[in-house]
């Protein structure tokens, strides 16, 4: 089939919200070999949404994949367990933690001279508070950073021998949590790992209630641990970033926190921090002016879909009082994001800190910054300059 575009060129890579924005312009739907079809549309992505009966989340054989690659009442039963953990009660109840968390790795950032920031802050800031909130030892922190680092590699490479070698990594890790639990026989509200070993999920149609199997469990932390490290920490690149780079917007914001929330999802749908995710076909379709066939890959291109003219006026200018309907950030449809009230948590409590733990964030030099390449949004080295 003729490739529509390469995914991998330099210059794609190099700045993927220019090269999207161009896709979503001159071919909308576009084919090529390793992401099937992808989707640069606001409107082709919220049809895609809308009709899971057509555009199936199960797209991998190999693995379960707990509830993002799941299906109709099966991922329902599962959906239930995850909402149950992010209600506004135990955000509530985290806040203070992932507070203290955020505010101590921010004390250990030097004043007055250079940091580059995803190194020496956002991957730390996204693990502690990861581990702070499933109540996971310190000791996992190391391997797991290293994990994730491990697992950008292999993707990036699509070397599908080495990412099930890593999953089963993983695996190895998440098992050693679980039996310590077991052996120490702990009641289930101990911590959310615990709670989630006594949770029963209640498959309907085979009138089944039960507990998740090991399988079961390990995907669904798997996918909350990876979901929550990579978005989080390329989050708060862009968050900094921003800010360092819109001197009046973070003057405003420190005389206003309560404009912070808002502040960030307007950012955020400007430089999506997740670029994509998957579906399958399950009939042929009509997409983007394109004949799709059944069982085709699709690709869903969030930092375009957000960045779409026809769904947000001035689409690329920064505007915090814009209504934020159409924001993709977190998804819409049955497989919204979970985690998003976590997420909101904890970026807006980022900014909070960082804003009254200092006098003043800026660039060292624009040239200081290099974007990160795909899997991972954002940036991979930005350089700031933090005033107390
Ligand atoms: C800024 C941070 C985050 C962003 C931008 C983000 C974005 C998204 C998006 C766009 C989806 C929809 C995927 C799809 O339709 O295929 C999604 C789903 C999901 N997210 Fe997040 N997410 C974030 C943080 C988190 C966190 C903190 C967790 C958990 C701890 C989490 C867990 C999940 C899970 C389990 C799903 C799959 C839901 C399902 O299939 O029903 N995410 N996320």
């Known amino acids: 089939m003729t490739q529509d575009w390469n995914p991998r060129a330099a210059e794609v890579q190099n700045n993927q919200l220019l090269a999207y924005d161009k896709m979503r312009h001159t071919c909308p739907v576009a084919y090529d070999e390793q992401l099937g079809y992808s989707i640069f549309k606001h409107a082709d992505v919220m049809g895609i949404l809308n009709n899971p009966d057509i555009y199936s989340n199960h797209v991998s054989t190999r693995h379960i994949a707990v509830p993002n690659g799941m299906d109709g009442p099966l991922h329902m039963a599962f959906r239930r367990i995850n909402d149950k953990y992010f209600t506004p009660a135990r955000m509530a109840h985290f806040e203070p933690m992932c507070r203290k968390v955020i505010r101590d790795l921010i004390q250990?950032?030097?004043?007055d001279e250079p940091i580059e920031i995803m190194g020496s802050f956002a991957k730390y800031y996204a693990i502690r508070i990861q581990n702070?909130?499933?109540?996971?030892?310190?000791?996992?922190?190391?391997?797991?950073?290293?994990?994730?680092?491990?697992?950008?590699?292999?993707?990036?490479?699509?070397?599908?021998?080495?990412?099930?070698?890593?999953?089963?990594?993983?695996?190895?890790?998440?098992?050693?949590?679980?039996?310590?639990?077991?052996?120490?026989?702990?009641?289930?509200?101990?911590?959310?790992?615990?709670?989630?070993m006594h949770d029963l999920v209640d498959l309907p149609e085979q009138h089944i209630h039960r507990v998740m199997t090991e399988e079961e469990l390990i995907s669904l932390l798997r996918n909350w641990t990876v979901g929550e490290l990579s978005t989080i920490s390329a989050s708060a690149g862009i968050l900094?970033?921003?800010?360092?780079?819109?001197?009046?917007?973070?003057?405003?914001?420190?005389?206003?926190?309560?404009?912070?929330?808002?502040?960030?999802e307007e950012i955020m749908r400007l430089e999506d921090p997740l670029v994509s995710n998957r579906r399958r076909t399950k009939c042929p379709v009509h997409l983007g002016g394109k004949d799709i066939p059944e069982n085709a890959r699709l690709t869903i291109n969030w930092v375009?879909?957000?960045?779409?003219?026809?769904?947000?006026?001035?689409?690329?200018?920064?505007?915090?009082?814009?209504?934020?309907?159409?924001?993709?950030?977190?998804?819409?449809?049955?497989?919204?994001?979970?985690?998003?009230?976590?997420?909101?948590?904890?970026?807006?409590l980022l900014l909070e800190e960082f804003l009254t733990h200092t006098q003043h964030i800026q660039l060292l030099a624009p040239h200081e910054i290099e974007n990160a390449i795909y899997p991972v949004a954002g940036y991979a080295k930005v350089q700031l300059i933090i005033r107390s």
Not at 108 to 111: G, I, K, N, Q, V
Not at 154 to 163: G, N
Not at 165 to 182: G, P, S, T, W
Request: charged share 25%; proline share 6%; with cysteine.
């Open 240 to 264: 900094l970033k921003f800010i360092a780079e819109h001197q009046d917007e973070q003057h405003r914001l420190r005389q206003h926190f309560d404009e912070i929330p808002a502040a960030i």
């Open 108 to 111: 250990t950032l030097p004043r």
């Open 304 to 348: 375009s879909a957000n960045r779409d003219e026809s769904a947000f006026e001035n689409a690329l200018t920064y505007n915090p009082h814009r209504d934020q309907t159409n924001n993709l950030v977190y998804g819409a449809g049955i497989h919204n994001c979970p985690g998003a009230p976590l997420a909101r948590l904890e970026l807006r």
């Open 132 to 196: 702070a909130f499933m109540g996971w030892p310190s000791s996992l922190e190391t391997p797991l950073l290293e994990w994730i680092e491990k697992n950008r590699r292999a993707t990036l490479k699509q070397d599908r021998e080495e990412i099930t070698k890593i999953a089963i990594e993983f695996d190895h890790y998440i098992h050693q949590l679980l039996n310590e639990r077991r052996q120490a026989g702990i009641s289930p509200t101990q911590d959310i790992t615990t709670e989630l």
